[in-house]
């Protein structure tokens, strides 16, 4: 069923707003949960958010607080991490991660629900510099 693929990474400006994009096999768009993560050199990787296999349902963490949407794209296989004001602390190594297929979100990804996720892609860098 192949890998995700993310993309949008680089180096910002604090402030600017960022989107990052992550291709999702055809037979995973609508099958199952799909999740953002993130982690900052250093520390644990975690989750930012999450979005239903049909779209209709998204769930984020609590530091999220409206600067990161997710969105899906069903025709394109895509799924957004939308990013407004970026800090320096936002700088991190960026996934995306889907569960197997059939699986639905459960609501925020905890530390102890991101083995759930077993299809991960690459990553993608993000660097915020203020």
């Known amino acids: 069923q192949g890998q995700l693929a993310e993309s949008g990474g680089g180096s910002v400006q604090s402030g600017e707003p960022r989107q990052l994009r992550c291709a999702v096999p055809e037979s995973l768009t609508t099958t199952t949960c799909i999740g953002w993560f993130r982690q900052a050199a250093g520390k644990d990787r975690e989750g930012i958010a999450a979005i239903s296999p049909a779209g209709y349902n998204t769930y984020y963490a609590g530091f999220v607080r409206g600067r990161f949407v997710i969105a899906k794209d069903k025709a394109k296989n895509v799924v957004y991490l939308q990013i407004t004001s970026l800090k320096p602390e936002d700088t991190a190594m960026y996934y995306c991660?889907?569960?197997?297929?059939?699986?639905?979100?459960?609501?925020?990804?905890?530390?102890?629900?991101?083995?759930?996720?077993?299809?991960w892609g690459q990553g993608t860098q993000v660097t915020v510099s203020s």
């Open positions: 991660a889907a569960k197997r297929p059939g699986r639905e979100c459960t609501g925020f990804i905890s530390p102890d629900e991101i083995h759930e996720f077993t299809i």
